[in-house]
């Protein structure tokens, strides 16, 4: 294999190369604002202590003082949260099994 092959070989590579890294790069913006669309549909407050919480890094207990509110209430109400924006992004299958029980 001569130089220009090997060039073009390698051209060729580079180029599969930056089509897969913009079709990720393409997936992940269309997976933000997915995301950021569901955290928007809640409450301001409980938007607010979600993106603080999970994009901010700020831990729970942070929020909480900030809100006047045990860390506790606040940790719930961020997993409640987490619960509802799993639903509206995966509906059905982000619903953890619930046993019925059926009363006669």
Not at 16 to 21: T, V
Not at 50 to 60: F, L, M, R, S, T
Not at 61 to 80: E, F, P
Request: contains cysteine.
């Amino acid at each position: 294999m001569d130089g220009g092959e090997r060039q073009a070989e390698n051209r060729s590579r580079l180029e599969s190369r930056g089509k897969e890294i913009d079709d990720d790069t393409a997936e992940l913006k269309r997976l933000m604002t997915e995301i950021e669309n569901a955290v928007s549909s809640l409450e301001p407050e409980t938007c607010q202590l979600v993106w603080e919480h999970y994009v901010d890094g700020i831990a729970w207990y942070g929020i909480a003082d900030r809100l006047y509110l045990s860390s506790d209430c606040v940790r719930k109400r961020g997993q409640r949260a987490l619960a509802d924006i799993a639903d509206i992004l995966f509906g059905r299958k982000a619903q953890p099994y619930k046993p019925v029980v059926l009363i006669a």
